[in-house]
């Protein structure tokens, strides 16, 4: 990400219980060429309708950036329908820093905070299916139920509410 960028929403996003349901893992249809669960086509709508209103940057935050190469994340987003791409990738900082289980929600708030950090990202939400709010109060969105994702009630409007 170019320090230029900074002025610019970004939505962090992670995949499994945001974008993709427990509904499509169980469906067990998977990606021709990846091997991936799709995305529910409605929890991309709300996204679309999300990065349509704010102009904002995607920067995945899922444990997906460790299976996949950007370019292959940005043919999965096509592929699913998604009408952006993905601009950048957090930090690993999984099985350096982190190697429990029980601290992937640190893990993933450790390495959201540093990338804002580093690149003084202004305004920016994370949406995850694990519990953020200890380290992003201001800035996250907590996808509760993995069964709707994104799609889940309010949580367009929260998200809509700490961007615009």
């Not at 950007?70 to 950048?88: A, P, Q, R």
Request: hydrophobic fraction near 40%; include cysteine; charged fraction near 25%.
């Amino acid at each position: 990400m170019k320090n230029n960028m900074n002025k610019q929403p970004v939505i962090f996003i992670d995949l499994d219980g945001v974008l993709v349901t427990t509904r499509q893992h169980f469906a067990k249809k998977l990606h021709p060429k990846y091997m991936t669960c799709p995305f529910d086509s409605k929890c991309v709508k709300v996204l679309n309708e999300i990065i349509e209103k704010t102009n904002s940057l995607i920067i995945l935050s899922s444990d997906w950036k460790l299976q996949f190469k950007i370019n292959e994340l940005n043919e999965i987003f096509k592929d699913n329908g998604v009408n952006s791409i993905i601009t950048d990738i957090t930090p690993d900082f999984w099985g350096t820093q982190f190697k429990n289980l029980k601290d992937l929600d640190v893990c993933r708030g450790f390495e959201i905070l540093k990338y804002v950090h580093q690149y003084q990202i202004e305004k920016y939400v994370a949406v995850d299916d694990l519990d953020l709010r200890p380290w992003l109060p201001d800035n996250f969105v907590w996808c509760t139920r993995s069964n709707e994702g994104i799609k889940q009630s309010n949580v367009k409007e929260k998200i809509l509410k700490i961007l615009i």
